[in-house]
Structures are given as structure tokens and as C-alpha cells.
T-cell receptor, first 116, second 115 residues
Framework: DTGVSQDPRHKITKRGQNVTFRCDPISEHNRLYWYRQTLGQGPEFLTYFQNEAQLEKSRLLSDRFSAERPKGSFSTLEIQRTEQGDSAMYLC??????????????FGPGTRLTVL | AQKVTQAQTEISVVEKEDVTLDCVYETRDTTYYLFWYKQPPSGELVFLIRRNSFDEQNEISGRYSWNFQKSTSSFNFTITASQVVDSAVYFCALSEAGGNTPLVFGKGTRLSVIA
């Protein structure tokens, strides 16, 4: 049973460049979440999907951010024209379903982004 | 608005001591879930426990125990006989609408267990 995987684990880029991260959830999980964590803070919600539908986007998700989950399996998070303030750990999580006893989220190892 | 407060930023204990991590939450919802996650130095968040708003029974799992009190909006976490491997950042989190909303995390408590 494989857990949530994320690729790459680390990304260093120059300001203004575009970056894309990938998340592969646990295979039978319908929900996929993206969070961002900065140093000394708890994870902050960015967006989430139920299968291929993007159900909610946080106000933290500026126009430079876009996320997709085209076939309801893996997801990508793209950041265009990166800024130094985008430097953070980007976490992906998945859960079996919504509510009740299926809502615990399992997290991947994260992608650490450094914008120079 | 939902909010989770972990007032203790850092705690340091000597191995074998008991330690309690505090979590206070705010929500107007009546059906919600509370969670605890552990983030060891490797960085990956590890799920520890889920508790729904209708279940105020305390839970014990090995050296870990959780005390949920709706009257004080608290969901505290106690580690008994702490070990060095318990050193990590611990996060409390809340999900409203019967667990249908994304998690709202506290800022975390960094626990250092010294041998």
C-alpha cells in the first residue's frame, strides 16, 4: 500500500520562472488537497478536488497559481512568475471521501520550493 | 470563523516525563472533526487521531491520550513517559461541516524530548 507521493521533493528556481509540482494520491482516494506551509507555521489550505472537480480555492491561491486533476487521479500545481514569497513547503494530501469516518487526510512528503 | 490555537510554541522535557500539548478551537458549527498530526524532522505529516464533535470520550493509544472537552473547546494531547522519538512538531486541526471542509491547522507545538 503506497502512500501519497510528491515530485519533486525539492525545487530551486529563480524569481519569474514557472514551476510545476505533481502529487499522486493514495489510489482509491477521491479527495485531493493542496496546502502550503511556511517556516514555523501550520499548513494552510490552497485548494481541493473531489475526483476531477476543483471544489474550493483559498484566497491564498492567487491568479499565478493553478491546479488540475484531469483524470481524477494525480494532480499538478503550477506557479507562474514565481516570487520570493512563494518559497514554502507545498503539501499534498488525500482522503477516501467526505465527512464521517472517511475524512482523515494522509499527507505526502511535500515539495520544498525555494525562489531565489 | 473557524480557528485553532496552540498557545505553546515550544516545549522541552526530559525523557520519561509526561507532557500535555494544548489545543483550543473556535467554530460555530455543531458537527465538526478535530485531528492531531505529528511532523517529525523528516517533514511528513503523520495522522494520529480523529475525533468527532459528538464523541467526548477520551481516548488512549499506548503512551498517547487525548482529552476532548466541548465545554472549554479544547482537545488536548498527552504523551506519557516521553521518549526522544517523540520529538517533533505537533499540529491540532479542525474540519467543519461534518468533516467536509479542508483542515484548518494551529501553528503547532515543537516538542523536544531530551535524553
Amino acid at each position: 500500500d503506497t502512500g501519497v507521493s510528491q515530485d519533486p521533493r525539492h525545487k530551486i528556481t529563480k524569481r519569474g520562472q514557472n514551476v510545476t509540482f505533481r502529487c499522486d494520491p493514495i489510489s482509491e482516494h477521491n479527495r485531493l488537497y493542496w496546502y502550503r506551509q511556511t517556516l514555523g507555521q501550520g499548513p494552510e489550505f490552497l485548494t481541493y478536488f473531489q475526483n476531477e472537480a476543483q471544489l474550493e480555492k483559498s484566497r491564498l491561491l492567487s491568479d499565478r497559481f493553478s491546479a488540475e486533476r484531469p483524470k481524477g487521479s494525480f494532480s499538478t500545481l503550477e506557479i507562474q512568475r514565481t516570487e520570493q514569497g512563494d518559497s514554502a513547503m507545498y503539501l499534498c494530501a488525500s482522503s477516501l471521501g467526505s465527512g464521517g469516518g472517511t475524512n482523515e487526510q494522509f499527507f505526502g512528503p511535500g515539495t520544498r520550493l525555494t525562489v531565489l | 470563523a473557524q480557528k485553532v490555537t496552540q498557545a505553546q510554541t515550544e516545549i522541552s522535557v526530559v525523557e520519561k516525563e509526561d507532557v500535555t500539548l494544548d489545543c483550543v478551537y473556535e467554530t460555530r458549527d455543531t458537527t465538526y472533526y478535530l485531528f492531531w498530526y505529528k511532523q517529525p524532522p523528516s517533514g511528513e505529516l503523520v495522522f494520529l487521531i480523529r475525533r468527532n464533535s459528538f464523541d467526548e470520550q477520551n481516548e488512549i493509544s499506548g503512551r498517547y491520550s487525548w482529552n476532548f472537552q466541548k465545554s472549554t473547546s479544547s482537545f488536548n494531547f498527552t504523551i506519557t513517559a516521553s521518549q526522544v522519538v517523540d520529538s517533533a512538531v505537533y499540529f491540532c486541526a479542525l474540519s467543519e461541516a461534518g468533516g467536509n471542509t479542508p483542515l484548518v491547522f494551529g501553528k503547532g507545538t515543537r516538542l523536544s524530548v531530551i535524553a
